[in-house]
T-cell receptor
Framework: RKEVEQDPGPFNVPEGATVAFNCTYSNSASQSFFWYRQDCRKEPKLLMSVYSSGNEDGRFTAQLNRASQYISLLIRDSKLSDSATYLCVVNGYGGSQGNLIFGKGTKLSVKP | NAGVTQTPKFQVLKTGQSMTLQCAQDMNHEYMSWYRQDPGMGLRLIHYSVGAGITDQGEVPNGYNVSRSTTEDFPLRLLSAAPSQTSVYFC????????????FGPGTRLTVT
C-alpha cells in the first residue's frame, strides 16, 4: 500500500462548483498533514495545514479523520484560477520531521 | 529576496556523464532537501540536510551525492547519469520550526539519453 494515496482525477468542474478531494495515508503514527498546490510545470506551494479539528481558509476547508487515516480538501465556489494539481502531504519520513511524503496529486480543471 | 534558486533550468546529459545541480536559498533556512518528480510517481525525497555539515539520505538516494558546506547552498551531484534519472528535480528549504512550509525552487528538468 502506498504511503499517501489520492485519486489522480482529473476533476473537471464548472466555475462556481464545489469539489472535494480525498486522501488516505498508511502510517498511523503520522502527526502532521498538509495540502500543497502545484500549477502546471511549476513548483509546489503550501496551500494549508490540516488540523484534527478541521480548518478553513476562505473557500478552502481541510478535514482530518485520524481513525480512518483520511484527509480531505473542499473547495467552494471554484474559480478558474483554482485549476492545478493538489498534493496531499504527510510528514514523518526518516530522521527529520521536515521529510515530507507527497501523494501523487489530484488534478483539478475548472471550466468557464 | 530571491527565495530558492536552482540552476540550470534545463539540462541534457549522456549516459555516464556527471553533473551538479545547484540550489541556493537566501532565507537562512536550516532545512534543505532535494526531490525528484516523475510522471505518475509524485515527489520523492532524495537527500536532505538539517544544517551546514549535516546531510542524510531520503527515499531514493542511489546515484546522487550532496554536501552542505554553507547554510545557503545545497548542491546535488549526479555521479554517473543514467536514463532512469531523467526527471524534474526540485530543491526545497524551510526553517526547522516551520518545517511544513517548504519553499521550492523552480526545478531543473533533466534528460539523460
Amino acid at each position: 500500500r502506498k504511503e499517501v494515496e489520492q485519486d489522480p482525477g482529473p476533476f473537471n468542474v464548472p466555475e462556481g462548483a464545489t469539489v472535494a478531494f480525498n486522501c488516505t495515508y498508511s502510517n498511523s503514527a503520522s502527526q502532521s498533514f498538509f495540502w500543497y498546490r502545484q500549477d502546471c510545470r511549476k513548483e509546489p506551494k503550501l496551500l494549508m495545514s490540516v488540523y484534527s479539528s478541521g480548518n478553513e481558509d476562505g473557500r478552502f476547508t481541510a478535514q482530518l479523520n485520524r481513525a480512518s487515516q483520511y484527509i480531505s480538501l473542499l473547495i467552494r465556489d471554484s474559480k478558474l484560477s483554482d485549476s492545478a494539481t493538489y498534493l496531499c502531504v504527510v510528514n514523518g519520513y526518516g530522521g527529520s520531521q521536515g521529510n515530507l511524503i507527497f501523494g501523487k496529486g489530484t488534478k483539478l480543471s475548472v471550466k468557464p | 529576496n530571491a527565495g530558492v534558486t536552482q540552476t540550470p533550468k534545463f539540462q541534457v546529459l549522456k549516459t555516464g556523464q556527471s553533473m551538479t545541480l545547484q540550489c541556493a536559498q537566501d532565507m537562512n533556512h536550516e532545512y534543505m532537501s532535494w526531490y525528484r518528480q516523475d510522471p505518475g510517481m509524485g515527489l520523492r525525497l532524495i537527500h536532505y540536510s538539517v544544517g551546514a555539515g549535516i546531510t542524510d539520505q531520503g527515499e531514493v538516494p542511489n546515484g546522487y551525492n550532496v554536501s552542505r558546506s554553507t547554510t545557503e547552498d545545497f548542491p546535488l551531484r549526479l555521479l554517473s547519469a543514467a536514463p532512469s534519472q531523467t526527471s524534474v528535480y526540485f530543491c526545497a528549504s524551510s526553517s526547522l520550526d516551520r518545517y511544513y512550509e517548504q519553499y521550492f525552487g523552480p526545478g531543473t528538468r533533466l534528460t539523460v539519453t
